[in-house]
């Protein structure tokens, strides 16, 4: 079998496996539809949803939370991780402040930043850009100091300029950790969109997810995070499809990437 239809046929089977046992599991246990809504009443609660209309008015607030946030935290990160790799003094100066600012747990920064942002979507594209900025970070600075320093003495023997080694040496060398980092900020950057709106919002995901929960309505609350789990993984495939595009000549590090889902 082609190892592309396996790689459909499988998780679909597993998933059809899995709300099989959960159905079965709620008959058999009696549970309430309050602790656990049966898979019909998750797909009526879908259905309501996006064939009627009432949800995407917060599937796509939460989208552009997260689209503007991921960019601005990653260009950003990719921005800074070059300088310090760069600069051995500019590493010194700031990366003491940078690692400070990623210790603060950024549900307590999340009031702080509704303050300075307001309510509105920019306190989520700020919280979004917070959350992906450092493993973007950390991994385009690893991954520029790790290139081959042979690759290096070679640009320099031939006068290469430094620009000319970041951009013609460095980068290429570094992708498959530049994309590892891109990997990893888009599952962090939904964690900083649903953690803004259940701070402060009146749209968005995070937001269903906290109402539903008042009510019990635990099939929207079901709803809701199945929607975050399809933008979770078509932002992550979109990833690696850009890796394989992009990284054509590196497939170890497109392989590693897949392994950070």
């Given at each position: 079998?082609?190892?592309k239809v396996k790689s459909v046929l499988y998780p679909l089977a597993t998933l059809i496996v899995l709300i099989a046992l959960w159905d079965y599991a709620i008959g058999v246990f009696k549970v309430p539809n309050f602790i656990l809504p049966t898979p019909y009443a998750v797909l009526e609660a879908l259905q309501r949803g996006y064939i009627e209309g009432?949800?995407?008015?917060h599937f796509f607030f939460t989208l552009q939370s997260m689209v503007f946030g991921y960019a601005l935290g990653c260009s950003l990160a990719f921005v800074l991780g070059c300088l310090f790799a760069e600069s051995r003094t500019v590493e010194q100066m700031f990366l003491p402040f940078v690692v400070a600012l990623q210790s603060m747990p950024k549900v307590a920064l999340a009031p702080l930043i509704i303050v300075w942002f307001g309510f509105g979507l920019e306190s989520k594209i700020v919280m979004v850009a917070l959350v992906c900025f450092f493993p973007m970070f950390i991994n385009t600075a690893v991954g520029l100091k790790q290139t081959n320093p042979a690759l290096i003495d070679l640009m320099h023997a031939f006068s290469a300029s430094p620009w000319h080694i970041l951009t013609r040496i460095k980068i290429p060398s570094a992708a498959g950790h530049i994309f590892a980092g891109l990997q990893i900020a888009i599952v962090l950057g939904l964690?900083?969109?649903v953690v803004a709106e259940f701070v402060s919002s009146t749209?968005?995901?995070g937001y269903l997810i906290s109402a539903a929960a008042v009510n019990l309505e635990t099939n929207t609350m079901f709803a809701a995070l199945i929607s975050l789990a399809v933008l979770g993984v078509a932002g992550s495939l979109a990833i690696r499809l850009l890796h394989s595009?992009?990284?054509?000549?590196?497939k170890g590090s497109a392989a590693q990437t897949a392994a950070t889902e």
């Open positions: 079998m082609n190892e009432l949800f995407w008015k964690i900083g969109a749209k968005g995901l595009r992009i990284v054509f000549w590196d």
